[in-house]
């Protein structure tokens, strides 16, 4: 597949766990640009909020994250395994501490806190300044990038959601409990859903890929025949 000889730009948005990111890595390693997954920034302020004393009895503290937005450095460097990019947090490789069932219970309302979501938005919009890039998220094509060249908007099952999140934290020798995982990816989704800013939605002109029942190759085959005019 040849990539257009123009600046392309693809936002992929979904619910969590339905596999935005291996969706978009294997797009970004298909046409050889520049992957930017999103949540894992929200993630990074999250643990930067864990870490720093801004989580207080199980809740964000607002006052004293927005205080520090100033102090937080992302970036994503190479892994050094194929063109696999790790997140750093002021300048440490925090792409495992970022998955912790710690931080996903706390990144959606760490998410909704429009100045956390300004800063954000801001760098990811520097990310992909004169270069095409492929980038996942909640609100990729609706606020981000809403003149995005293709739009996806992802789904599948809260269940199998559920499970493929599961499986990961086991794989990964992560301790993990199939119905904490369950009550998590709900939480999240109605969170997402109903905050005030930027809350998950399909942008109008995003095409719907429910991935319940695929697997990888079949998410590709579909990409590749979906979009194979604009990219050809």
């Known amino acids: 597949m040849k990539k257009k000889n123009k600046i392309l730009t693809i936002a992929v948005d979904g619910f969590s766990s339905c596999g935005k990111s291996t969706f978009a890595k294997r797009i970004a390693e298909e046409l050889d640009i520049l992957y930017v997954d999103s949540g ?54 925090s792409e495992k501490q970022i998955r912790s069932m710690e931080v996903s219970s706390l990144v959606s309302p760490v998410s909704k ?43 599948a099952t809260p269940e199998i959601r559920a499970e493929r999140r599961y499986k990961e ?10 119905t904490e995982v369950l009550k998590n990816i709900n939480d999240r989704d109605h969170i997402d859903q109903n905050r005030e800013v930027s809350p998950l939605r399909q942008a109008k002109d995003a095409l719907i890929l429910d991935n319940s029942h695929m697997v990888p190759d079949e998410q590709m085959e579909w990409f590749k025949e979906t979009f194979k005019g604009l990219l050809s």
Do not use: C
């Not at 954000?120 to 270069?131: D, Y």
């Not at 934290?169 to 199939?178: H, N, P, R």
């Open 169 to 178: 934290l086991q794989e990964k020798g992560q301790k993990a409990d199939f």
């Open 40 to 93: 894992a920034m929200y993630r990074a302020v999250t643990l930067w909020a864990i870490k720093n004393g801004a989580v207080t009895d199980g809740e964000p503290d607002v006052g004293r994250i927005i205080e520090g937005l100033d102090n937080i450095q992302i970036e994503f460097r190479s892994s050094g395994e194929g063109k696999h990019a790790n997140l750093y947090l002021n300048g440490i490789d």
């Open 113 to 155: 806190i429009p100045e956390v979501r300004h800063k954000l938005v801001e760098l990811q919009r520097k990310m992909a300044e004169n270069r095409p890039v492929v980038m996942d998220g909640r609100d990729i094509g609706s606020v981000v990038f809403p003149d995005a060249d293709i739009k996806i908007y992802m789904t």
